[in-house]
């Protein structure tokens, strides 16, 4: 990666952002307003309003961004943080942009942050905040299945989505389409199977799909296919968990874990299923059976492996330990871990970045096909399960009858199966990532002067928006 994408004095997550934007930006033709106006945001919303909590009342801050709008609705996750900032949902929202753009999702990109501690509140007063955000964003029409569609992110769940849903429904009586206005919703609610651990699934597929390919492990040193590879894992919610879990079942070893109370390894491999109980039990992971532990989280990403998935939060290698690094593979589980001035340094030493914008998106891949559900409100394979099962059953009775070989009843159902719901979106998943990865590989290969994953990942999708905004007929 060249100089040119290093900011020596960056000012914010949103400024990493556009710089790695910028830089990829000299690789399109495109004129620079329309790469300024794909590159700003289009809408920023910061509000504040009060709860009650005990006897006092407290004043929340709350934030919606919607970054393009070049398709709609916009999408995006709601971050609870006591950190969150406008800075940081700017850039999520930046990030949802050109994530939708690279898997072809059509929408565009948002964000939303609730400058909370979750920790420190009630049940209830979570669930008064979360109705109070979504009554601020419908006052002002940020949020309805065909304008902004809010999902689960850091500190929030399918609990919290559910409130939102309920509280647009309740205000928007009689829409037949109220109920996506928001994703992530739990399956009673008319959410999807496969949700929930769609992220961590779709980082594992991309991380199995970068290795496969021989020709790019070869100068890594690594054999290809993800069967005996060490992987670190830095964060233990749900999109680190389930990128552990996936990959272990792809056949990586899980060696490392990383949570905000330390770090635990094991060269030989640890059990993920073991280590959450322990983690339950006793309420953290170090002092696990056979394990070493490193009281600094941080101690733990730079032990020995081939592949690490910080899927914790942002700016978690920079320039202070990205030498000591010992992974041949960075897979982004989370949005923004990696600074510009880390990553320029870790491709030019040979190493390769999965980056977040596309490694990460399976959440938003299946929030989509959840959209669609609830837009059409029909559960996907009810329609059609039977009759591929009938159809399927009837070939076989043809085929016994013809052959006269007979199969077993146990045989039989392993090909008489109509798909199910979750069989159709980890289908789908896995299709999308699979495609995407050889997209964004295919314009790093065309392309001598581009290095890196990333940036072939940004020009795929400003290219892709810039489409999108000519065929609305603004930039000739």
Known sequence: MAKDIVNPNPSGFFDDVCSYFDYAAQFTNHSAGLLNQIK????????????RKGHNVE??????VEHSNHMSPTKGGIRYSEIVNQDEVMALAAL????????????G?????????????????????????????????????????????YGSGEREMSWIADTYLTMNPGQLDALGCVTGKPIA?????????????????????CVSIAEDMKPLGLSPGLEGKRIIVQGLGN?????????????????????????????????????????????????????????????????DCDILVPAALENQLTLHN?????????????????????????????????????????????SYFEWLKNLSHVAFGRM???????????????????????????????????????????????????????????????NPKIHDLRTAAFVGSINKIAISYMNLGIWP
Not at 40 to 51: E, G, K, L, Q, T
Not at 189 to 209: D, P
Request: aromatic share 8%.
């Open 59 to 64: 004043v929340i801050d709350g934030w919606r």
């Open 96 to 107: 949802m942009t050109y994530k939708c753009a690279i898997v072809n999702v059509p929408f």
């Open 384 to 446: 059609d399960k039977r009759y591929e099962e009938n159809t399927s059953l009837n070939l076989i009775n043809l085929m016994e009858k013809m052959t006269g070989v007979n199969l077993s009843p146990e045989q039989k159902k392993l090909v008489v199966k109509g798909p199910s719901e979750l069989e159709l979106v980890n289908s789908g998943l896995e299709e999308t990532m699979i495609r995407a990865y050889h997209e964004i590989r295919e314009i790093k290969q065309s």
């Open 322 to 366: 990205i030498a000591k690094i010992r992974a041949k593979i960075i897979a982004e589980g989370a949005n923004g871990p990696t600074s510009p001035q880390a990553a320029e340094i870790f491709i030019k030493n040979g190493g390769i970045i999965i980056p977040d914008m596309y490694c990460n998106a399976g959440g938003v891949t299946v």
């Open 40 to 51: 700003a945001c289009n809408s920023v919303y910061h509000f504040r309003f009060p709860i």
């Open 109 to 153: 990109g948002a964000k939303g942050g609730i400058k909370i501690n979750t920790k420190n509140y009630s049940l209830a007063e979570l669930e008064n905040i979360t109705r109070r955000y979504t009554v601020e964003l419908i006052k002002k029409n940020f949020i309805g299945p065909a304008i902004d569609v809010p999902a689960p992110d």
């Open 239 to 303: 999109v680190g968990y389930h990128s552990a879990k996936y990959l272990a079942e792809f056949g990586a070893i899980i060696v490392g874990l990383c949570e905000f109370e330390g770090a635990i390894y094991n060269a030989a491999g640890l059990d993920l299923e073991a280590v959450m109980t322990h983690r339950k039990e006793t309420g953290s992971i170090l002092g696990f059976k056979g394990s070493t532990g490193f009281n600094n989280s941080a101690d733990g990403l730079e032990q």
């Open 189 to 209: 609610l008319h959410g999807i199977h496969g949700r929930k651990e769609a992220t961590g699934r779709g980082v594992a597929i991309a991380t199995k799909e």
